[in-house]
T-cell receptor, first 111, second 115 residues
């Protein structure tokens, strides 16, 4: 079946450093790749997304890159802050409106 | 401005009970989804619905059923709750034009414990 692999499962960085989370997917028809941030006790929130006709997208300190040939995409957070601490999920679209999620990355930003 | 509402935040049920988890959205979305979230496994799709009275199985439908009698409401039913169904359950919705615009909108989740 279609899979999304996400690494690392946990990531700890010092405030101000960069954080990178990587995902790979298996369905070559996937064309939409969102990233969600889930703070403790809260619902997942969409933070950035990218479509297959774009290689990179940036929104302030957050950027996402996509390599369709290699079937991988990454989330980059620069100048990390303690409020960036959360669980991050990647996802890839399949079969129209369905999505597959990665297992999540717990990011801890130490002040 | 809560747009996807799950009726219960926490539930404790006994093994063998029939359990109903309710989800209501006020965005007139055609598509609704039920996921369960477990540590290290991410979000796994249980069932989804593209329209009223329509349902399709996701990756882990065993032990669950759903009901979509009205567009705004999508119910997840555990026919006979078991301890391995202890989990966080998340409802999500998106519009029905089959083109992602803003990703899913999630409910705040229901943490179910089966004892």
């Amino acid at each position: 079946g279609e899979n999304v692999e996400q690494h690392p499962s946990t990531l700890s960085v010092q405030e101000g450093d960069s954080a990178v989370i990587k995902c790979t997917y298996s369905d070559s028809a996937s064309n939409y790749f969102p990233w969600y941030k889930q703070e403790l006790g809260k619902r997942p929130q969409l933070i950035i997304d990218i479509r297959s006709n774009v290689g990179e997208k940036k929104d302030q300190r957050i950027a996402v890159t996509l390599n369709k040939t290699a079937k991988h995409f990454s989330l980059h957070i620069t100048e990390t802050q303690p409020e960036d601490s959360a669980v991050y999920f990647c996802a890839a679209s399949i079969r129209g409106n369905d999505m597959r999620f990665g297992a999540g990355t717990r990011l801890t930003v130490k002040p | 401005d809560v747009k996807v509402t799950q009726s219960s935040r926490y539930l404790v049920k006994r093994t063998g009970e029939k359990v109903f988890l309710e989800c209501v959205q006020d965005m007139d979305h055609e598509n609704m989804f039920w996921y369960r979230q477990d540590p290290g496994l991410g979000l796994r799709l249980i069932y989804f619905s593209y329209d009223v009275k329509m349902k399709e199985k996701g990756d882990i439908p065993e032990g669950y059923s759903v009901s979509r009698e009205k567009k705004e409401r999508f119910s997840l039913i555990l026919e006979s709750a078991s301890t391995n169904q202890t989990s966080m359950y998340l409802c999500a919705s998106i519009p029905g034009d089959r083109a992602f615009r803003d990703g899913y909108t999630f409910g705040s989740g229901t943490r179910l414990t089966v004892v």
